[in-house]
């Protein structure tokens, strides 16, 4: 019931927060940004010095908020999707479809989503109990993408990464993605130390997707 319940969190805000940064410290501060800002869903990259150790300590501050969910990304292989899920990984995303990551994460009932780019490997995926295929690198398709891949398999849930901004993020839901994921145009500010900046980029994100899809705007729950 968990996994269900972490994808319906991820899937119910539509926006991930693709977290890079040049410290721990700074991709703690950037993510609280995020989660001020409205968007649920928190992806720690492990290019981030010490990913492990920022996934454990937000798996903790943010324990008593039923909404907010920590995951992993750049994850390449099992071992480190292992070693995300013990420091307190709710989901595990990765740039490429790897058999024993998607082995291991249906395991232990942690959402998997991988980086496809063609019908072929979503398929695989797909065979491979992955429930959120992520489109990337996003900006080598598009948001029409989506159409020419929905006809032949209606069922894949997409999560395009690379790409997404603030002009094209309605495309992309309006097109069928269950979700989007956004690192740079999301966090550049953080270049220049504006956290503020981010969390009202975040609120952008998140009011966006909902008009996209036709739902009320409703007032950002902060800490």
């Not at 232990?108 to 992955?130: D, N, W």
């Not at 029409?144 to 790409?163: E, S």
């Not at 094209?168 to 994921?181: E, H, L, T, Y």
């Amino acid at each position: 019931m968990n996994k269900i319940s972490v994808l319906s969190k991820v899937s119910e805000c539509g926006v991930v927060a693709v977290v890079r940064a040049d410290t721990k410290e700074e991709a703690v501060t950037i993510s609280e940004a995020c989660v001020r800002g409205g968007i649920k869903g928190i992806e720690v990259t492990f290019t981030v010095k010490e990913a492990d150790e920022v996934i454990k300590e937000l798996a903790s501050l943010y324990k008593e908020r039923n909404d907010v969910v920590i995951g992993a990304g750049t994850v390449l292989d099992s071992t480190t999707a292992r070693i995300a899920i013990l420091a307190g990984a709710q989901f595990v995303v990765s740039p490429s479809f790897d058999e024993e990551t998607a082995k291991l994460c249906n395991l232990y009932q942690v959402p998997y989503m991988p980086g496809c780019m063609t019908i072929t490997e979503m398929k695989r995926a797909l065979e491979s109990g992955v429930d959120i295929v992520k489109l990337f690198p996003g900006n080598n398709f598009g948001p029409d993408f989506i159409k020419g891949v929905k006809a032949p398999l209606p069922q894949v849930n997409i999560m395009p990464t690379g790409g997404v901004s603030l002009e094209n993020v309605d495309q992309w839901i309006k097109n069928g993605c269950v979700a989007v994921g956004v690192g740079g145009n999301l966090l550049a500010p953080a270049k220049t130390g504006d956290y503020d900046l981010i969390t009202e980029y975040a609120k952008q994100y998140v009011e966006k997707v909902k008009a996209a899809r036709g739902e009320d705007v409703l007032e950002v729950k902060t800490l």
